[in-house]
């Protein structure tokens, strides 16, 4: 079974710290990798995509890396704010496999002001 | 730009009955996915429509079941529920060329 792993499961940092969030992955035919942030009770806002011969994509304070070879992705969150706090989950595509993403289980954080 | 449209947002079922979730896609989008979420199991693809045909399926039981119709709308059936069904089922669409899915708020199904 493929699967994806997400660390830290739990964070918390200073307002204005910036962090990185850890996606490992299995599966070396990935066709993309998203990242995902969810609110609680709501639900996922796509926050970046990145296709498989990219390696990497930047919007705004977020940027995200992919490294096929060695089945890692990492979301870096430059300038920490408060409304950051949500859980972020990556997921990837396969080609052959239509829209079905495998999900890691997310990282909760929390900026504290 | 309407984004994804997910109704019911909340249910409650009591064990054995049936229940009917929708989704309407974003304009343009003809491929519409399936995901449960759970506390346990976090996300798990249930399954995806193009074109009023089921393109993939997950690991669920056949009491969970689906249908597009030729608006690219869809709907996702449970039948005979269970406790365990208890979750946020979420609807996904696709973006034209770039494969980013786009999701919906959700439908919060409580079983009694």
């Known amino acids: 079974k493929q699967e994806v792993t997400q660390i830290p499961a739990a964070l918390s940092v200073p307002e204005g710290e910036n962090l990185v969030l850890n996606c490992s992955f299995t599966?070396?035919?990935?066709?993309?990798l998203q990242w995902f942030r969810q609110d609680p009770g709501k639900g996922l806002t796509s926050l970046l995509l990145?296709?498989?011969?990219?390696r990497e994509q930047t919007s705004g304070r977020l940027n995200a890396s992919l490294d096929k070879s060695s089945g890692r992705s990492t979301l870096y969150i430059a300038a920490s704010q408060p409304g950051d706090s949500a859980t972020y989950l990556c997921?990837?595509?396969?080609?052959?496999?239509?829209?079905?993403?495998?999900f890691g289980g997310g990282t909760r954080l929390m900026v504290k002001p | 730009k309407a984004g994804v449209t997910q109704t019911p947002r909340y249910l409650i079922k009591t064990r054995g009955q049936q229940v009917t979730l929708s989704c309407s896609p974003i304009s343009g989008h003809r491929s519409v996915s399936w995901y449960q979420q759970t506390p346990g199991q976090g996300l798990q693809f249930l399954f995806e429509?193009?074109?009023?045909?089921?393109?993939n399926k997950g690991n669920f039981p056949g009491r969970f079941s689906g249908r597009q119709f030729s608006n690219s709308r869809s709907e996702m059936n449970v039948s005979t529920l269970e406790l365990g069904d208890s979750a946020l089922y979420l609807c996904?669409?696709?973006?034209?060329?770039?494969?980013?899915?786009?999701f919906g708020e959700g439908s919060r199904l409580t079983v009694l």
């Open positions: 997921a990837y595509g396969r080609g052959n496999a239509g829209n079905m993403l495998t």
């Open positions: 599966d070396s035919a990935i066709y993309n």
């Open positions: 996904a669409t696709q973006g034209h060329s770039t494969g980013e899915l786009f």
């Open positions: 429509y193009f074109s009023e045909t089921q393109r």
């Open positions: 990145i296709q498989s011969s990219q």
